[in-house]
């Protein structure tokens, strides 16, 4: 014949196990906390890299348009262009100027 469990000894395992969980993370709370602060640092870090790297490449972006004009502009002034040397808007007010 088959013996008839209680529902009370149906939970009495699942209950311990919670009891000797929570008695494991209050014994290594510290060291939980830890690690994640270690998982936080890393995932931090690997962001603000990618920042600066994306920044560096606006940079380049940046300073490759200002090589090209400067380029640009020294072709004008050994061509005898004003806007070598006053810019495409100055270029303009010096032509005004020099009619008057």
Known sequence: ??????????????????????????H????????????AAYYLTREAVRAVKRRRAERDVYYAAVCARADQQHTWALSGDDRGVF??????????????
């Not at 939980?32 to 602060?37: H, T």
């Open 1 to 26: 014949m088959a013996k008839k469990r209680g529902k009370s000894g149906d939970t009495s395992g699942a209950g311990f196990g919670i009891l000797v969980l929570i008695a494991l993370i209050i």
């Open 87 to 100: 810019g495409v808007e100055g270029a303009r007010l010096m032509r005004d100027i020099r009619r008057s």
């Open 28 to 39: 290594f709370i510290w060291w939980i906390l830890g690690a994640l602060a270690l998982v």
